[in-house]
């Protein structure tokens, strides 16, 4: 049956289907989006979020006006767009410097990118468990800003927050006029208890 020899309108018929298989699977992947968002939850960060790609992590040392911490950071690129949260934990002798702190994480992005604030407002932010029941509201500061990175004018949408002896900072920075992809992981951010 293989060998069987076909006629010339059977094949032009097959080759016209296998074109229009290769036309349809090549529009698929041109449609694929540039955003993948699945849910992020790193161990023992305490925060849950919507993330647009896999994530990486990463800790670093950070000045804190004067005050020596290690930030963890859980974050996500997609082309020229990034999405961060970064976790610090406060020794327990430094608690009394926590608002002080958290001022410098704010301060601290914004210099980052040489911003200005276009808006500022305090929110209350739900405070989650494992199954996503809100327990608890806590206030944060929501913010957004413009700014450089390199020749690139940004838009940054963000979250400070602070519970405890933890800050967070989740942070959406996108090409102006930015968007969607920001508020979808800025809205998605919860802390987990």
């Avoid at 094949?11 to 993948?36: D, E, K, Y």
Wanted: net charge positive; glycine share 8%.
């Amino acid at each position: 049956m293989l060998n069987a020899p076909c006629s010339g309108r059977a094949t032009l018929a097959t080759a016209c289907r296998l074109l229009l298989l290769a036309g349809l699977l090549l529009m698929l992947n041109g449609c694929s989006p540039p955003f993948n968002w699945r849910e992020s939850r790193p161990d023992s960060q305490g925060f849950v979020v919507l993330m647009p790609a896999r994530t990486a992590q990463m800790s670093r040392e950070i000045d804190l006006d004067g005050l020596r911490v290690t930030m963890v950071m859980t974050g996500a690129r997609v082309d020229s767009s990034l999405f961060t949260v970064g976790r610090v934990e406060l020794p327990r002798e430094a608690m009394g410097e926590r608002d002080r702190a958290l001022g410098a994480m704010h301060a601290g992005m914004l210099r980052n990118l040489a911003a200005s604030t276009t808006a500022e407002r305090v929110i209350e932010l739900p405070v989650v468990d494992a199954s996503g029941r809100i327990l608890a509201r806590t206030p944060a500061l929501r913010l957004e800003a413009q700014g450089q990175v390199g020749s690139e004018r940004v838009r940054m949408v963000a979250i400070f927050v602070a519970r405890g002896e933890r800050l967070w900072q989740a942070v959406a920075i996108e090409p102006v006029p930015g968007g969607e992809p920001s508020a979808t992981m800025i809205d998605s951010f919860r802390l987990l208890e």
